[in-house]
């Protein structure tokens, strides 16, 4: 009942959207590329909205792309600074999370973050590896704002980065993160606010475990 509410509350919101904008389903559709019928269903409350299609509607109405996820019924805390000190504990606590709020149909693990490191630190030592991070990284933390604590230390590798304050393969992993950070294509994709970025946490403290194990076999 409550989650019939929510859709029809949500429906609302966007009915009175298009409205101001003086825009149509049919319109907001090609702008979006999402079927007018799926659109219509969303309207008159049949059917939850997905992040993606929350992501599109933001864009196009142009509308905090958070609001609209409140708005949908969406009821996420940020639990960014929330994650476990045991890495191990904090990716079970992830996936149940991910699998409760139904915003995402793969496993997270470890392994899978890891995998994207591993080729993100080759390409951090190419030109256009190291373009990316100096052109993208500002732009992006202003993108996504203070989500979490874990921008403070991307912040810290950026300009150990930027600096070359490091060895090659130190700087290589500060890459790899910072990379990883940057790019929308993540294990968990960024749309799915504010769960979209505990993967990107995740790769930051995975690559500071790294850094820490270098430092102390010197």
């Known amino acids: 009942?409550?989650?019939?509410?929510?859709?029809?509350?949500?429906?609302?919101?966007?009915?009175?959207?298009?409205?101001?904008?003086?825009?149509?389903?049919?319109?907001?559709?090609?702008?979006?590329?999402?079927?007018?019928?799926?659109?219509?269903?969303?309207?008159?409350?049949?059917?939850?909205?997905?992040?993606?299609?929350i992501q599109k509607f933001s864009k196009h109405l142009g509308v905090p792309f958070s609001e609209l996820f409140a708005a949908a019924g969406y009821d996420i805390e940020q639990k960014q600074d929330k994650l476990d000190s045991d890495i191990h504990?904090?990716?079970?606590?992830?996936?149940?999370?991910?699998?409760?709020?139904?915003?995402?149909?793969?496993?997270?693990?470890?392994a899978s973050v890891e995998k994207k490191l591993a080729n993100y630190e080759q390409y951090t030592q190419t030109e256009d590896g190291k373009e990316t991070i100096l052109n993208s990284f500002e732009e992006k933390v202003q993108k996504v704002g203070s989500i979490g604590p874990f921008i403070s230390n991307l912040k810290g590798m950026y300009e150990n980065f930027r600096l070359k304050k490091g060895t090659p393969a130190e700087l290589a992993l500060i890459g790899s993160a910072l990379i990883y950070f940057i790019l929308p294509v993540d294990v968990i994709p960024d749309y799915t606010f504010p769960i979209g970025y505990l993967d990107d946490a995740m790769a930051v403290q995975l690559v500071l475990n790294l850094l820490t194990i270098k430092k102390d076999t010197l």
């Open 89 to 110: 504990t904090s990716v079970d606590n992830i996936q149940t999370f991910l699998e409760s709020a139904n915003l995402y149909d793969k496993n997270f693990s470890i």
């Open 1 to 53: 009942m409550s989650v019939g509410r929510k859709n029809s509350d949500f429906g609302l919101v966007l009915k009175d959207l298009l409205k101001e904008r003086s825009l149509s389903m049919r319109k907001l559709s090609e702008l979006t590329d999402i079927d007018p019928a799926t659109i219509s269903r969303i309207i008159n409350g049949k059917r939850k909205a997905k992040p993606d299609h």
